[in-house]
């Protein structure tokens, strides 16, 4: 067996699974796929395509950035973030060339793993297999109303996941057989195992905004599926809020409906969320798009606003992949969201359905990860593949 094969397989494993602890470090998401995407882009540096050598020049901003940083240990996540976002871009890219896609049944394998650890955590021994993260935490959040983490090591990042296993069956996998039984038991996960208020959040803005594109542009029909939906989901809340005030997004959107307005009726997780993309976004603005450079994001609450409960923060990182390259690199970002939404362009060209996928990665990568998770830069590359895959059907036609 081909090494390139193998590292190939193992690399894949490592994308999908990113917080599986194999080095000692004490970060979340581990560096095992960034290494070997080292490792295998020897293998495919030969020739480089223009969207990935476009990311390549901001891989090198970047690191001009870091050479002017005070080289703290956030400046250099910082720039690891955008190193992972170059080479495991590319060599995800390269890598579902050479296999000529994800192995469907590495891919099932993934999605039943992430399932069978959820399982047990949640209904047998709530720390199965939590030796394998950084932080032991399985069941943790199952005394607080929260759910399982189980191969995560929180139960929002464990939804995200669902969200993100979700999007690439959907674009990759539509066609086959076992679809839907996979896309069940992505949902078991999501609504049941990780009970994730931010995961189910972003589901439920990705369907709305999706049929609201579609009733304007396409149907009408759509617009009445959309009130129908709206009016369904909110008969649902209503009637489950008894059973699941005790959890702890029950609490949430009983909060949320005493006062709507306000985001201090989230808790303090939710409130930091939304403090990560919106400074992101007011200081490059206030900047006049001008690059900040990393390990300076901080803001000060002068009373100017009042739905957070806390006047001051300063973070070593934001938690937003859009929010940290638009906030860090200013003007720089354009290079990323070009090759970004030129890429999805043309799945949406294809498919209209493939509108809701890019709807709910959009959304993730506002709230909810950073570069430096090895499953968003092989989203990425995934995303590049599946371009190049059309690009080439359409010649054909």
Known sequence: ????????????????????????????AQPTAFILSVVLFFFYCKKIDKDN????????????????????????????????????????????????????????????????????????????????????????????????????TEPSYYGMICLLLLIILCL???????????????????????????????????????????????????????????????????????????????????????????????????QERFSHVYFSLYGTVKNYSLPHGYDNFYFLNQNNFEFLDVSEMRFSRIMSAFGSVLYELGFFSLIFFYVFFKSVRVLIKVNINNLFCVLMLVIILFVGFTFSTSIIPFMFGNILFLKKEYEKSLIKL
Request: hydrophobic share 55%.
């Open 172 to 270: 990759n996998f539509r066609y086959k057989n076992n679809f839907k039984l996979l896309f069940s038991f992505i949902l078991i996960q999501l609504f049941i195992f990780s009970r994730s208020t931010t995961a189910v959040l972003v589901l439920t803005i990705s369907i709305v905004i999706f049929l609201v594109y579609q009733g304007i542009k396409c149907n009408i029909r759509y617009l009445f599926f959309l009130l129908v939906f709206i009016l369904m989901i909110y008969y649902l809340i209503i009637s489950l809020l008894v059973y699941i005030s005790d959890y702890r997004i029950g609490s949430i959107i009983i909060n949320f409906l005493s006062n709507p307005f306000e985001l201090s009726a989230f808790d303090g997780s939710v």
């Open 1 to 28: 067996m081909k090494l390139k094969f193998v590292l190939s397989i193992f690399f894949i494993l490592n994308c999908l699974f990113p917080y599986i602890y194999l080095i000692p470090l004490d970060i979340d």
């Open 53 to 152: 050598f476009l990311l390549f020049i901001l891989f090198v901003i970047s690191f001009i950035f870091l050479l002017f940083s005070n080289l703290s240990f956030a400046s250099f996540r910082s720039f690891y973030s955008y190193a992972s976002l170059f080479f495991i871009t590319f060599v995800s890219y390269k890598t579902l060339l050479y296999l000529k896609g994800i192995p469907y049944k590495l891919f099932t394998f993934s999605v039943m793993l992430w399932f069978i650890v959820g399982f047990i955590q949640f209904f047998l021994y709530p720390n199965f297999c939590t030796f394998l993260l950084r932080s032991e935490q399985g069941g943790f959040g199952l005394v607080t109303g929260r759910g399982v983490t189980s191969l995560s």
